[in-house]
C-alpha cells in the first residue's frame, strides 16, 4: 500500500474550478479566504469579503457559531440556493448549488397542473385510463364525482362500472368489440348514480397495441353531456314543434337575393308551389303574385321586421299553386348581411303546413293526398310468409335496397346477410320474432343497408302480422329516411352547439309561467348576480333589492304588466354584487301566448354586458385621444413651418456669405453659424420625431459615419455651454465607423453631451471616446454629475419626464433621452448607462459597424463650407413663392450660383398664368399661397395643356412626412424642404438640368 499523498495547491484550485458548483472557504468569522470562479462572478466578491452579506436573512451568519448546516435554501442576490457549510479548525467550508431553475419548473409545473385542473371543470372532463390484461383502472377526481363515487374506495373495476351503465344503453358490447382492434372508439351513455340521480356522459377512448399488435392499454375521457341534454328538454314549445316538424316533414329552402330581387328555391319548394325548378330563380314580382291578397301586407312587414333585427322571424301564409290549389306555408327567415353590415340576401325555409290546417276540414281529400304522396314518395312494399321465406317486393324496394330485379324476391336471409348493414345485422336478425311476438301491434325498425356500390342508406321499416286466407303473413313498408337521420343528427349537433355557445357565453335564461306562477332560473342566472345557484328564484322583492336604485324603476320586474305584454322586451340594467360590486346585465324575452292570444309565458335570456359598456366608453376615450393627437399633429406641423421659414432665411444668407467670403477664417466662423442654425433646426426636428415616435414612422438614412469627424462636429456646438457651466470636454482615443443616419448620430451625441454639462458640477468634466467593438462600434461619454439613483434609471427613458430636475432650474424638456433611445433603437443599436449618485453617470451606445475606409469622412468644416458653382447649365425656373426674404434667397442662389435663369410670382394665380407665357423647364412651389394652396397650383397646371407635362418640385417649410407623402402622391416630381441646403439644392438643379443638354428633360 503506497502511503497518501496530500494534493497540492495547484491540484486542488484545479478540481476547484472544474466544479458547476459554487464554492467558497471562509475564515471562523465569515471572512472569505478563496472562492472558486463561478462563486466569484456570481457573486461579484473578493477575498476579505464577509460570505454572510450575501444572506440578509442572517442564516449564513448563525452558521458562524455552529457547526453549519447541512442543506438549507436561501434566496441570495436575486437567485436561490442550496446552502451546505461545514466547520474545521481552519474555518468554514462552503458549497452552494443553484436551485433556481429547478424551484421555476416546480412551479411552472403546478400551475400547469392547475389550468389542467380548471380546463377540467369548465369543460366537464375527467380522465380514464385502464390495463387490458389485469382489468385495473384509473380515474382522475372529475371522472368520481361524475359517478357520484368517492374517490377514497378507488377506481372501480370494469364489472363494477358497467353495472352503473344504463342496460339500454349497451355500453359493454361497444367496450368489447373495441378490444379487437387498437384505435379509437366513442358511446354516449347514461350512468345511474348511488343517490338515484342519472348523468349522460360522452365516452371516448383509445385502444392502444402491445408489440404484437395486440390491445395493451385503454386511454380515454368522459364528458358530462347532462347540462346539454336538460338545456334540449327545456327549451320552448313553439321550438319543439318546429323541430318535430323539420323530423317528419320536407323543409323547402329559399334564397332572396336583395341586389337582383330574384327567389332562388330547391326542389321542395318548387313542389310546394308546382312549378318547374328554374336554374336562374323567380322575380320577386312573380312570387308575391302567388301570395292570397289578404296575406301579402304580412309578408311584406314581416320582410321589414326581418331587416331590423338579426334574428329569425316567423311568417304564415297561403300560396297559390300552378294547379289554382292554396297552399299554408310556414317561413322561417334570417338576414345575410356583408362585412360592413349591408343586406344582401334573406335566407329562409318553408314548411307546408296545408295538411296540419285542414284536416279536421278535409279529412277525406287529405287521405287521399296522403295515398297519392305515399306512392310519389317511394315507399317500400312487401310482405313475407314466415313459414316458407317466400315474399314479395313492389319495385320501389328494389330501387331502395339496390338489389338486382332479375334475381328476384331475396330470401329473409339474403336480406340479413347480403344487404343489411354488418352492424345492424344482429338486431335485425331477431326482429322478425319480436313481431310475431306483438299481435294487432305494427312494429318498426330502423337499420341500416348497404347498396352494392357501398353507398350507406337508413331504411325503417313499419310491419305487421295478420291471418290472411288462413295462414299467418307479415306485411310492412319501407322509407328510405336518410336525409331524416341526418337531418336530426344536424340538429342535434346545431342544440348541442347552441346550448354549449350559451353557456361558454355566459347567457343565463329564465322562463316565468303566469298560470301556475312558476319561475325557473338556470345556474347562470345566479352567477350574473353573484349568488350560488339554488332551487327557486329569488322573490321579486329580493331580485328588485339586487338591482342598481337608478334603474329599479326602469327595469321589468318593477311592472308585473310589462310582463304579460305580447311584445318583445329588450333592456339594460346594473345589479350589485355581493362584495359591492356593479356589473351591467342586459335582458332579452319574449311573450309565449295562447290561442286567444293571451300571454301565458314568457321566456327570457340575461347576460353579462359590462365589458361592451366598458369597451364603448374605451373607445369615447379613444375618440377623445385621436382628436387631442391630430390636433397636436397639426400645431406640430404648424410650429415646424413657422420655425423653419426663419431659419430658412438665417442659413440660406449664411450661405450665401460663405460663397462670397474670401477670408478663410471668416467663412469657417459662418460655418458655425451655419452649423449651430442647422443645430437647431434638429432640434426642431426632434420635436416632430417624438411624434413619430409615437405614431410609429422615424425615418433613419443609415450609412457609414466616421465616428471622428461626428465626435469634431458635435464639440463646437457644446463648446459654449460647457464653458458657461465651467466644465471641461476631454474627448479621448475616438475611431471607427458606424452604420448609421449622420444627422440621428449627431443628435444622439450632442444630447448626451449637453446632458453631461448641464448636470454637472463646476470643475467638472466630460470624456468622450470611441472605438470599435469586433463588428460593431462603442461611443461612450462619461461626466462627473450628480449621478442617478436606481429609481431614477428605472424612468429615464419616459417622455416629459426631468427626474427632479425642473425644481433644480435646469433647462429642460424631458424629451431629449426619450428621442436618443429611439435613435440608437432604430439604428440597429443600443444604449447602456450606468451612474452612481454623487459620482456621475456613464453611457455607452453601442451601433453596428461598417468597413473602415467606406465611412463619411464629412468633417465640420467640409459640411459647412461654402457649396460649388454649378458650370454650364441653361434653362428657365418659375418660382412660386409669398414670402420676399425666401424669394431674395432662391433668385440669388440661382442667379449666382447656377447660372440658369429665374423668375418669381407671389401668388397661385399669377404663378399659374406666368407657367402659361414663360413656359419654364421647372417650376418651384410653395405649398402656402394667399389664394391657394401648392396642391391647387399643380391641379390647374395640370388641366392646361400649354403646362401639363412641365415639372412641378413642392419646396416648402412642411416637413411632417405625411406632408411630404401627400404631395408625391399627388403628383409633384419631389419635394424640397426648407431651410434650404445649398449642396442639395445645387445637387438636384444639376441632376434636373445636365450640363450636357442644358434644359430640363420633360
Avoid at 414612422?697 to 457651466?725: F, H, I, K, W, Y
Wanted: proline content about 5%; overall charge negative; aromatic content about 6%.
Amino acid at each position: 500500500m503506497t502511503a497518501s499523498v496530500s494534493p497540492g495547491p495547484q491540484l486542488l484550485a484545479a478540481w476547484l474550478e472544474l466544479s458547476r458548483d459554487l464554492l467558497a472557504l471562509s475564515s471562523a468569522d465569515g471572512r472569505l479566504l478563496a472562492c472558486n470562479t463561478t462563486f466569484r462572478e456570481r457573486f461579484a466578491v473578493r477575498e476579505g469579503d464577509r460570505i454572510t452579506s450575501l444572506d440578509p436573512t442572517g442564516a449564513m451568519a448563525g452558521a458562524l457559531g455552529a457547526e453549519g448546516f447541512t442543506s438549507t435554501e436561501l434566496h441570495l442576490q436575486g437567485g436561490w440556493f442550496r446552502v451546505q457549510a461545514r466547520r474545521t479548525d481552519e474555518g468554514l467550508a462552503w458549497v452552494l448549488e443553484d436551485v433556481g431553475e429547478r424551484r421555476a419548473q416546480a412551479a411552472e409545473a403546478a400551475r400547469l397542473r392547475e389550468q389542467l385542473d380548471i380546463a377540467q371543470e369548465f369543460g366537464r372532463l375527467g380522465l380514464w385510463e385502464r390495463d387490458v390484461a389485469t382489468g385495473r383502472g384509473h380515474w382522475d377526481r372529475h371522472v368520481f364525482a361524475f359517478w357520484g363515487l368517492d374517490p377514497a374506495q378507488g377506481t372501480p373495476s370494469l364489472e363494477e362500472a358497467t353495472r352503473r351503465i344504463h342496460p339500454e344503453d349497451h355500453f359493454s358490447g361497444t367496450y368489447g368489440q373495441s378490444m379487437a382492434a387498437p384505435g379509437r372508439y366513442a358511446q354516449h351513455y347514461r350512468v345511474l348514480r348511488p343517490d338515484g340521480s342519472m348523468r349522460r356522459i360522452h365516452s371516448q377512448w383509445e385502444v392502444k397495441a402491445a408489440s404484437d399488435g395486440s390491445a395493451e392499454r385503454v386511454v380515454g375521457v368522459m364528458m358530462d353531456d347532462t347540462q346539454i341534454y336538460e338545456l334540449a328538454r327545456s327549451l320552448g314549445d313553439a321550438s319543439a314543434q318546429l323541430r318535430l316538424a323539420v323530423e317528419l316533414a320536407d323543409i323547402g329552402i329559399w334564397r332572396h337575393d336583395l341586389l337582383s330581387n330574384r327567389m332562388h328555391y330547391n326542389d321542395r319548394a318548387y313542389a310546394v308551389l308546382g312549378i318547374q325548378a328554374r336554374p336562374d330563380g323567380l322575380s320577386i314580382e312573380e312570387v308575391r303574385s302567388y301570395i292570397h291578397p289578404d296575406d301579402l301586407p304580412e309578408v311584406l312587414a314581416s320582410a321589414q321586421r326581418a331587416l331590423a333585427s338579426d334574428r329569425p322571424t316567423d311568417m304564415q301564409a297561403r300560396y297559390r299553386r300552378s294547379d289554382g290549389s292554396w297552399r299554408h306555408v310556414l317561413t322561417r327567415r334570417v338576414v345575410q348581411r356583408a362585412p360592413d353590415g349591408t343586406p344582401v340576401a334573406f335566407l329562409g325555409v318553408a314548411l307546408d303546413l296545408t295538411e296540419q290546417v285542414e284536416r279536421q276540414r278535409e279529412a277525406s281529400e287529405l287521405a287521399l293526398r296522403l295515398e297519392i304522396a305515399t306512392g310519389a314518395a317511394g315507399l317500400g312494399i312487401w310482405s313475407r310468409d314466415p313459414e316458407t321465406e317466400s315474399g314479395e317486393w313492389n319495385p320501389q324496394m328494389f330501387e331502395l335496397s339496390g338489389w338486382p330485379p332479375e334475381r328476384g324476391t331475396p330470401s329473409r336471409t339474403q336480406w340479413v346477410e347480403e344487404i343489411i348493414h354488418p352492424d345492424d345485422r344482429l338486431r335485425m336478425s331477431t326482429a322478425r320474432n319480436e313481431l310475431l311476438a306483438s299481435p294487432d301491434a305494427t312494429v318498426e325498425h330502423e337499420y341500416r343497408i348497404v347498396r352494392p356500390g357501398g353507398e350507406v342508406r337508413w331504411l325503417v321499416n313499419r310491419a305487421r302480422h295478420r291471418n290472411w286466407n288462413g295462414k299467418t303473413m307479415i306485411f310492412g313498408v319501407t322509407l328510405d329516411i336518410t336525409d331524416r337521420r341526418l337531418a336530426e343528427q344536424a340538429l342535434r349537433s346545431a342544440d348541442q352547439r347552441a346550448a354549449l355557445a350559451a353557456r361558454s357565453a355566459g347567457i343565463g335564461t329564465w322562463e316565468v309561467d303566469f298560470e301556475t306562477q312558476a319561475e325557473r332560473w338556470d345556474e347562470q342566472m345566479f352567477r350574473l348576480r353573484g349568488l350560488a345557484p339554488r332551487q327557486h328564484p329569488p322573490q321579486r322583492v329580493e331580485r328588485l333589492a339586487l338591482l342598481h336604485p337608478d334603474d329599479r324603476e326602469r327595469n321589468v320586474d318593477a311592472s308585473a304588466q310589462a310582463m304579460r305584454d305580447r311584445w318583445p322586451l329588450r333592456y339594460e340594467f346594473r345589479v350589485l354584487l355581493p362584495d359591492g360590486s356593479v356589473r351591467w346585465l342586459a335582458s332579452r324575452s319574449i311573450a309565449v301566448t295562447d290561442d286567444q292570444g293571451r300571454t301565458v309565458r314568457r321566456i327570457g335570456v340575461n347576460w353579462d354586458v359590462t365589458d361592451a359598456k366598458e369597451a364603448e366608453a374605451a373607445r369615447q376615450q379613444t375618440a377623445v385621444a385621436e382628436r387631442a393627437s391630430q390636433a397636436k399633429s397639426q400645431f406640430l406641423a404648424r410650429m415646424s413651418h413657422e420655425l423653419r421659414t426663419p431659419l430658412n432665411a438665417v442659413l440660406g444668407f449664411t450661405q450665401l456669405l460663405q460663397v462670397e467670403e474670401p477670408d478663410p477664417a471668416r467663412s469657417a466662423k459662418l460655418g458655425h453659424i451655419r452649423s449651430a442654425g442647422e443645430h437647431l433646426l434638429t432640434l426642431i426636428d426632434g420635436v416632430l420625431d417624438l411624434s413619430s415616435l409615437e405614431s410609429g414612422s422615424l425615418r433613419l438614412d443609415p450609412r457609414p459615419v466616421e465616428l471622428a469627424g461626428l465626435v469634431g462636429q458635435a464639440l463646437p456646438l457644446v463648446a459654449a455651454l460647457a464653458q458657461r457651466q465651467g466644465v471641461r470636454l476631454l474627448p479621448g482615443e475616438v475611431d471607427g465607423v458606424a452604420h448609421a443616419d449622420r444627422t440621428r448620430a449627431l443628435q444622439v451625441l450632442v444630447n448626451l453631451l449637453t446632458n453631461g454639462i448641464k448636470y454637472n458640477r463646476p470643475g467638472g468634466e466630460v470624456r468622450i471616446s470611441a472605438g470599435a467593438i469586433g463588428d460593431k462600434v462603442r461611443l461612450t461619454v462619461s461626466d462627473t454629475g450628480r449621478g442617478m439613483s436606481a429609481a431614477q434609471l428605472d424612468r429615464l427613458f419616459e417622455p416629459f419626464n426631468r427626474l427632479g430636475a425642473e425644481r433644480d432650474g435646469i433647462e429642460g424638456t424631458g424629451i431629449g433621452m426619450t428621442i436618443v433611445n429611439a435613435l440608437v433603437t432604430g439604428m440597429g443599436g443600443r444604449i447602456e448607462v450606468r451612474s452612481t449618485p454623487g459620482l456621475g453617470s456613464h453611457f455607452e451606445v453601442t451601433l453596428p459597424g461598417a468597413e473602415p475606409g467606406m465611412g463619411s469622412g464629412q468633417s465640420v468644416d467640409d459640411e459647412h463650407s461654402a457649396p460649388m458653382r454649378l458650370q454650364g447649365q441653361r434653362g428657365q425656373i418659375l418660382y412660386i413663392e409669398d414670402n420676399p426674404v425666401n424669394v431674395m434667397l432662391v433668385e440669388e442662389l440661382v442667379r449666382g450660383l447656377s447660372g440658369l435663369d429665374i423668375a418669381s410670382e407671389t401668388t397661385g394665380t399669377a404663378g399659374v398664368a406666368r407657367a402659361a407665357l414663360l413656359q419654364p423647364d421647372l417650376v418651384l412651389v410653395d405649398m402656402q399661397l394667399p389664394d391657394f394652396d401648392g396642391f391647387e397650383v399643380l391641379r390647374r397646371l395640370r388641366s392646361q395643356p400649354q403646362t401639363a407635362q412641365i415639372p412641378c418640385v413642392a419646396l416648402s417649410a412642411n416637413a411632417m412626412p405625411e406632408d411630404i407623402e401627400r404631395a408625391l402622391q399627388a403628383g409633384f416630381a419631389d419635394y424640397w424642404t426648407k431651410p434650404i441646403d445649398f449642396k442639395q439644392f445645387l445637387g438636384a438643379l444639376e441632376a434636373r438640368f445636365p450640363q450636357s443638354t442644358g434644359t430640363l428633360a420633360r
